[in-house]
């Protein structure tokens, strides 16, 4: 194992490692653009892909690292020689271990685009202590899934705080998104559900750091059906994604309430999160069926042969939506946030293009240089670490980030 050097000391600034997948070329492409100034590496398990990939992303300075996830060693001299490590070879419950051990062990700091909530549990278990000794800030889930919804419950609850003086009692999200799916996302979900992990996902304090005391967990548990909200004026239901973004809000109210003088969660803090279908009679009837649909197609992906038809039917992993699709999608995630004396926050967070191709590279890599360019202004401050969350780790330096970089931020703190 590398010895541990100083950041000042390390080669690169920072390393995209899987930079040759289909997200993972897109992040190349969004460092060639941005990172002027920065000395940064592509990295991945073959170096002809990654020269090739180098060449034609216009990345002529960057430089190349070869470490395959299996190989531990090549993996600790990655994370010894970067101040930052942005990844993203998933399913990461099989390709992620190692490196964030690594990062962990270096004082690296580290984001991802995982939505693989068991494997984040699984590293905090193991590396949260470490990575807040060596003063790591260890970030996953800083994809689509779950930038939206942890920074912008954060975001309103803490517009709560500053602007009226109430602690936050509950933060409701609505998205409404167009978009396409990855092979890579598509081998997440079905490594996921192989591995047999259904109890764990179900679990609404999967991520806490300790299951919280004297909360039902029954009214934090995932909505099943379809409402009326009268917050949002439209039928919403059950977010496929909720299960994922919701554990990390939940992870975000606990680290933070745990730090600082500033109150800004109550006690019985509530986060919750939906898909918005529309205003009328037809929407209720669409969000009924869809809801059906979403129990069913849940059920079913319990059993192999579901799982293959879907492998075979979906794209392969290195593939994705095209051009035009990723060009033409888009998200909005609405938030209402109520203080205990009765305020009301209302905020929005959006952006063009496909949400888990487009934003989620605009958001890992905002992320990345956030931890590269603004390491001394981060919240938390100097030496702060662990395994944390996008709102914990990186909160109104990131918003601000996505602002500058054309999202819809509001409100900005
Ligand atoms: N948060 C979000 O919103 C969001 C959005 C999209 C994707 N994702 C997640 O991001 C991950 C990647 O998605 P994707 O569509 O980019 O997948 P992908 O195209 O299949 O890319 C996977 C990457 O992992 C690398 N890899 C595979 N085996 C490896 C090994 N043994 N050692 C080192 N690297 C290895 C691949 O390298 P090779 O090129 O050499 O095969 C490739 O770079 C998935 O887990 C997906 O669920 C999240």
Redesign the pocket.
Known sequence: MAARRNPRDRSFDVVLY???????RQTVAYFARHAKGLRWALA???HD?LAALREASGAKGAGLVV????DAEALDALAADARVVLS?????AR?GSALVAACARHGTHYCD????TPWVRDMIDRHHAEAARNGARIVP?C???SVPSDLGAWLAASTLAREHGEACVSVKACFSLRGGL????L???INILDSGERKRLADPFLLNPAPPKGIDPRRHADPVAPHRDADFKAWVGPFFMGPINTRVARRSAALLSGRGKERIYAPDYHYQEYLRFGGGVAAGLIAAGMSVGMAVGQGALRFKPARWVAEALGPP????PSERTMDRGSFRCELVGVGEKGAVVRGRIAGRGD???RA?TIFVCESALALARDADTLPGGAGYGGVLTPASALGDVLARRLAAAGMTIEPLA
Not at 182 to 185: S, V
Request: proline share 7%; aromatic share 10%; net charge negative.
């Open positions: 899987g930079a040759t997948g289909f997200v993972g991945g398990r073959s892909k470490a395959d996830a299996a993203s070879a998933g399913p990461f390709y685009i995982t939505g693989e889930c994809g689509f899934d990855n092979g890579g996302t081998a997440s979900l992993p290195g593939q994705g949400p888990g191709n989620t």
